[in-house]
């Protein structure tokens, strides 16, 4: 059974809508950002933050092409190193209790990125995270856009 955690505490909503705006004014390009809220949802199992991303991917450009492979990203050359880093940096941080990262990552991560913007990549995966499990724990669902719905 949903529950409305906007209606009944809109604090939380807000808090975690500060950080969100907060990481989508930093430099880190909108396209790989968007990349990240969708791959970390893809793991965490958020059908609604998937199908939201997903859209927001698309209306800002994406391929259709890169979204249906995300899943399996380091399986093709369909994305850049950056991308690359910045998506194996969100799987590491997403599953930290079960992946402890390698050497040869975190070289590969500061060789592309400056400390600010791996932080600012830490506060994106953080924000996502946030959100996949406040709608998956009060069961937030998409809204069909077919016929059927």
């Not at 409305?4 to 807000?14: A, F, L, M, S, T």
């Not at 970390?40 to 492979?69: F, T, W």
């Amino acid at each position: 059974m949903p529950i409305d955690y906007v209606r009944i505490e809109p604090g939380i909503g807000q808090a975690l809508g500060s950080l969100h705006t907060y990481v989508r004014k930093t430099a880190l390009d909108p396209r790989l950002l968007h990349l990240i809220d969708i791959r970390v949802s893809q793991i965490n199992g958020c059908a609604y933050c998937l199908d939201l991303h997903c859209q927001e991917a698309r209306r800002d450009g994406e391929s259709q092409q890169r979204l249906d492979v995300l899943a399996a990203w380091w399986e093709t050359e369909l994305f850049t190193p950056t991308e690359q880093a910045a998506l194996r940096f969100a799987e590491h941080v997403t599953r930290i209790p079960t992946d402890k990262g390698s050497d040869e990552h975190s070289a590969q991560l500061k060789g592309l990125f400056s400390d600010q913007e791996i932080v600012q990549l830490l506060g994106a995966v953080i924000d996502i995270n946030g959100w996949n499990r406040l709608a998956i724990a009060t069961s937030r669902q998409p809204k069909r856009r077919d016929a059927e719905g």
